[in-house]
Structures are given as C-alpha cells and as structure tokens.
C-alpha cells in the first residue's frame, strides 16, 4: 500500500507552509498530509487590531483562542490523524522545527502508528527539555532578542505568545531574515511571513515530553540536517542525534543533509521533496 507522509509545522506556522513541498511529493508519485494543530490554520485568530492599520496596543490585549492548548492537546490531535492515516496503509511522519516536540510525544504514545519519524531540523528532546537546551553552549549563536523583537505582548497576561509578523520595523525584519530566511530573498522572506500567524501556545514540554526508549525508540528515523539553519543550529541537531543514538545504539538515526536556513527548503522544496522520497524504499517490506 501507498505510505502517507504526514506533515507537522513548527511554531507560528501552519499546514499552508507544506503546499510547496506537497507540491513537489505528489509530482513524485507520493501521498501527503498536512496537518494543522490546534489553533492553527483557520482555527487561528488574526485580531482586526493585527490589520492594518495596526493598533499594537489593542493588538497586546486582545484574546486569542490559541490560549490554554497544551502540548498534549497537539498530539492528541496528531495521533487521531495518525491513526486515519494509518488504515490507508505505512505512515511516515515528519516534523519541522516545534512540530518535533509534538511528533515526539505521539511517538511515546502510539508508535504503532508510525513506520518512520522524520525530523528536519525540529526539536526531538533526549537529554534535556527543549527549555533547557536553550541555555546549553549549542544555542549561544541563537540571537533570541531578535526573533523577539516583533513580540507584542505579555505572554504571563495574555496567556499565548504574540508576534506581529506583519511588522514594517527594519530591525525586527532584518532580526527575521538573519533567523529564517538568510539564504533567501527579501520577496520571499515577505511572503513567508504573510503565512505565518500571529500566535503560539506556551507549553514547551517537561521531563515527561522527551524521547523514550522503549517507545519512541522502537520506530526507525531519519533525521535531516539543515546546514545554514541559525534558529535552531546545526551543533543542536547534531547533539540530539548524538542523544537519540546512544539511548538506542540498535536504532540509530539514519541522517540526511540538506543546505538550507530554517525555512529556504520549504521555500525550494524540490531537494528535500526528493529525499523525503528516498524514504519509501527503507519501510520493511509488508508495511
């Protein structure tokens, strides 16, 4: 039977950012699915104050219905997908940056329901929460004050984080394209912004959301490198796969690499396309 890829987007994003690359996996000959997790898509808010002509002060204030949903509420709504996915025939499930804190606690709970998980440059948790990675030598190129720059509002009061993506600051621009898009063009940057939206839950995981070996260590993976990736570095990826190896040296990550930033290949999918292809051929036969 034909495997599905099931798609899971990182923080701000949504299922629209995987058209491109669905694009490329159908010509290929592949099934894909891309999935929009809870208060994502068009389950986001977009505030009128986050129209123009904005009004950030309105905008810092006012309720999003991303508020309250938790990790496990993304992948509870990830393994229902899964577990459709799955009748259909082998699922191979593949995350981008947050969307491997999610994908890696489906794979705690239901491994039975993947016969690959596939990281491209995405969280997936060993030693450490994500949080704590954050302070680790690795992350120390991260400049967090841009990415933050655009910030709106008090996540503690409004109960989210909120970005104005939408922003005309060159500074906080330049801070984007220095963590997303270096590789890229200005036009491109702009476009990948207008599909972001403008609001992130909090929940980061705990101890209890990393890799377990009895589980998430069953199911053979795939882990492909971003090489120009500054927002979450090249040094972190390589740690976490160093992590998830030793805690099964009989399952190891098999490791691709492509020469991206954190989203060039999602805007020039055509590599990444080809060797999510590849893939097919390591299911076990009868899958």
């Known amino acids: 039977m034909q495997p599905t890829f099931v798609l899971v987007h990182g923080a701000f994003s949504n299922s629209f950012a995987f058209a491109p690359l669905q694009a490329e996996l159908g010509l290929l000959g592949h099934r894909s699915v ?12 977009y505030p009128r104050a986050y129209q123009a002509p904005q009004d950030l002060a309105a905008l810092a204030t006012e309720p999003g219905a991303i508020k309250g949903v938790t990790l496990a509420d993304n992948a509870a709504q990830l393994i229902g997908i899964l577990e459709r996915a799955k009748r ?13 804190m999610t994908a890696t606690v489906a794979a705690n709970q239901r491994p039975d329901l993947i016969d690959r998980i596939v ?76 599909t972001f939206q403008p609001d ?11 890799a377990r070996r009895d589980t998430w260590g069953r199911i053979p993976r795939t882990y492909v490198r971003l090489t120009e990736d500054t927002s979450l570095p090249l040094a972190v990826q390589d ?18 690499t492509l020469t991206s930033s954190h989203l060039k290949w999602l805007v020039d999918p055509a590599p990444a396309a080809r060797v999510l292809g590849e893939l097919v ?6 899958s």
């Open 200 to 210: 992130e839950n909090l929940d980061a995981g705990t101890e209890d959301d990393r």
């Open 119 to 194: 990281y491209v440059s995405s969280w997936a948790p060993v030693d450490l929460t994500v949080g704590a990675y954050y302070a680790e030598p690795e992350m120390a190129t991260v400049d967090l004050a841009a990415m933050g720059a655009a910030m709106v509002a008090n996540p503690a009061e409004l109960g989210l984080l909120r970005s104005n993506f939408r922003t005309a600051d060159p500074g906080a621009l330049a801070g984007f394209k220095a963590a997303f898009l270096a590789d890229g063009t200005d036009d491109e940057l702009m476009a990948l912004l207008n």
């Open 281 to 286: 051929a390591l299911l076990p036969a009868g």
């Open 88 to 100: 259909n025939g082998p699922v191979i499930l593949v995350s981008h940056s947050r969307g491997g």
């Open 239 to 256: 740690r976490m796969i160093r992590e998830a190896d030793a805690l099964t040296p009989d399952n190891p990550y098999d490791v691709r």
């Open 34 to 45: 891309a999935v929009d997790l809870p208060g994502h898509g068009f389950a986001a808010t």
